[in-house]
């Protein structure tokens, strides 16, 4: 994420950054300050670098919408810094840490109309997103929107440690040689890894099973929903990319943070590994394996059915 930084300002020789509310971005100083949320990624560990600013990501199921988003940018450009000043917009097509939130089509067709209006990069922030999770190669693809620079890891490699920037070639070529690099870049190890994983996803139909797992839990989950109608506000998914997010007294407005703490706290005892994102930490995700039978998704709802009625009756 970094190098796409360094990369985008080297190219348009400006310094300017803009990133979005709840956006998460790295624990790194340039990548914290990136980041859109607070506690636990920022609060303890400032100062941050300058130059990054943040404005509203369109989140439909709490009434902010594309046009507030487009606005709040607007505004940016009016307050606190030109868009020719600008080197970068940085987006994830599906919040992660934010909340598993996606980023309409419009929006970002939006954005990168923006982009090529004032000659600002483009960059997808696809290490969550990518390789399949959504049901696409690319989340990206689904908007049909093309980002000039893409970061890359987690699926990249089944886990393997690696992680990459791809780009336009002659926004890549901008830094000098040496510029970007580091002791543990090329691994061959890790790039094996990687092309299997790319070999695996073709073989194994990976894109397509992964909007079968995504409709799987869909269908499961909100028929919890049904049964639950005044804790769990939003069931959503794009591909295996599947959150549900709960509330207090049927009201979206009121997080269920609790409720979310003793179910993760909980699920060990069910075998299950869970983890909560959001903005007020009230959304439970789930990343099953894009390689997961049938069998075992619908034993691990099971246990996950049987631990929210656990904690709620
Ligand atoms: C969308 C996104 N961007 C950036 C990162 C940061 O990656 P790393 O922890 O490898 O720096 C993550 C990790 O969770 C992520 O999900």
Request: net charge negative; with cysteine; hydrophobic share 45%.
């Amino acid at each position: 994420m970094e190098n796409c930084i360094k990369i985008a300002r080297a190219h348009t020789g400006r310094r300017g950054v803009i990133a979005f509310n709840g956006g998460f971005h790295g624990r790194t100083n340039l990548t914290m300050a990136l980041t859109g949320k607070i506690t636990p990624y920022k609060n303890l560990f400032g100062p941050f670098p300058a130059d990054i600013y943040h404005a509203a990501f369109p989140i439909e199921q709490h009434n902010i919408s594309v046009n507030d988003s487009l606005t709040a940018l607007a505004n940016l450009f009016k307050v606190d810094i030109a868009p020719s000043d600008v080197a970068a917009i940085i987006v994830e097509p599906v919040q992660g840490e934010g909340g598993f939130y996606v980023a309409p089509a419009e929006f970002l067709q939006a954005l990168r109309k923006l982009c090529d209006e004032h000659g600002i990069v483009l960059i997808a922030g696809e290490i969550q997103t990518g390789f399949g999770r959504t049901g696409k190669m690319f989340s990206f693809e689904h908007a049909n929107v093309e980002a000039d620079l893409m970061t890359m890891a987690k699926g990249i490699a089944g886990g393997f440690p690696i992680s990459a920037v791809v780009g336009k070639s002659h926004i890549m070529d901008a830094p000098l040689p040496g510029g970007l690099g580091g002791t543990y870049g090329g691994s061959p190890v890790a790039c094996a890894a990687a092309l299997a994983v790319l070999d695996i996803i073709e073989v194994e139909n990976l894109i397509v099973r992964a909007n079968e797992i995504g409709a799987l839990f869909n269908e499961r989950l909100s028929a919890l929903q049904s049964k639950y109608p005044d804790l769990i506000s939003d069931v959503r998914n794009q591909g295996a990319m599947i959150a549900i997010e709960l509330m207090n007294n049927g009201d979206v407005e009121q997080p269920n943070t609790e409720l979310t703490q003793q179910i993760i706290a909980k699920a060990a005892e069910y075998g299950l590994t869970l983890l909560a994102c959001g903005f007020y930490g009230n959304v439970i995700q789930f990343l099953p394996s894009l390689t997961m039978n049938d069998t075992i998704a619908n034993e691990g709802l099971d246990k996950f059915e049987q631990l929210f009625a656990s904690l709620v009756t």
